[in-house]
């Protein structure tokens, strides 16, 4: 199953999905060091360096992004759809042209007051979705890290019966199914060495990683792109349920 990575960082969704069985099939990423290791991780997957310029009309099984979160960060002035890096509509109109089947968004908590219109665009593209709020420690990271991820599905069909509220609206049975098969195996397949290790034992085994007191850097490049990157271990969950209920739904059309 297909996968394009927006806003790809050190690749840690490209990772996660390899994990859960997708193959990735582009980057966009403009950082140099960041496409320094996707090069040398992925060689053969092509990189496109400016999310504006970008262009994508084959069709894929899965689309993410971790878009940019200075707009909404805590650490910023939080401008929103003011700040000169509000990169979703770029987002979306990769989505009008790729229309992949599945798309996952991660972003910090702070997008969640401004989300109404990130959700909106994906509802008039019929897309139904659902939101999650976990942290890195859900998978025994020794940090909380709590990001926002939406995932999104094509697959149901859109009804209206006459009330306002988006999710009477919106969530149909066939999505429930799918959306709470991803949340129910959350825990069943989480990779076995984050399964059983702790975050004593982390720190033990990483004593010279970076995040942990352990001295100042010498270079800046590597600690920049791990605090931009996504945890993988958290978003392969997600991603294999999607790709067994792929695979499943795959399977069960070719029996008639």
Not at 164 to 179: T, V, W
Not at 186 to 212: C, G, V
């Amino acid at each position: 199953m297909r996968h394009l990575d927006l806003f790809s960082g050190i690749g840690g969704f490209a990772l996660a999905a390899s994990w859960a069985g997708f193959r990735t099939v582009e980057f966009v990423e403009k950082d140099k060091f960041c496409k320094k290791v996707l090069e040398k991780h992925w060689p053969w997957v092509p990189i496109h360096d400016d999310i504006k310029t970008f262009n994508f009309t084959d069709k894929v099984d899965l689309l993410t992004a971790g878009f940019p979160c200075q707009p909404f960060s805590v650490a910023g002035k939080k401008k929103g759809i003011k700040d000169d890096r509000y990169l979703w509509p770029e987002v979306i109109r990769i989505i009008k042209q790729s229309r992949p089947t599945w798309f996952i968004g991660e972003n910090v908590p702070g997008i969640i007051p401004m989300l109404d219109p990130i959700l909106e665009d994906l509802e008039k593209e019929g897309y139904i979705w659902r939101a999650y709020l976990i942290s890195a420690n859900a998978v025994n990271a020794p940090h909380k890290r709590e990001r926002l991820w939406i995932v999104a599905n094509s697959n149901g069909k859109r009804c209206d019966n006459g009330t306002d509220n988006r999710e009477e609206r919106y969530i149909q049975d066939n999505l429930n199914r799918n959306i709470e098969a991803v949340h129910t195996e959350w825990s069943k397949l989480q990779p076995e060495s984050w399964k059983t290790m702790q975050a004593e034992d982390y720190f033990a085994l990483n004593s010279h990683a970076s995040r942990i007191d352990d001295g100042l850097p010498n270079r800046l490049d590597r600690i920049k792109s791990l605090g931009n990157a996504i945890v993988p271990q958290v978003v392969y969950s997600l991603m294999r349920s999607i790709y067994l209920i792929e695979k499943e739904l795959r399977y069960d059309s070719l029996q008639f």
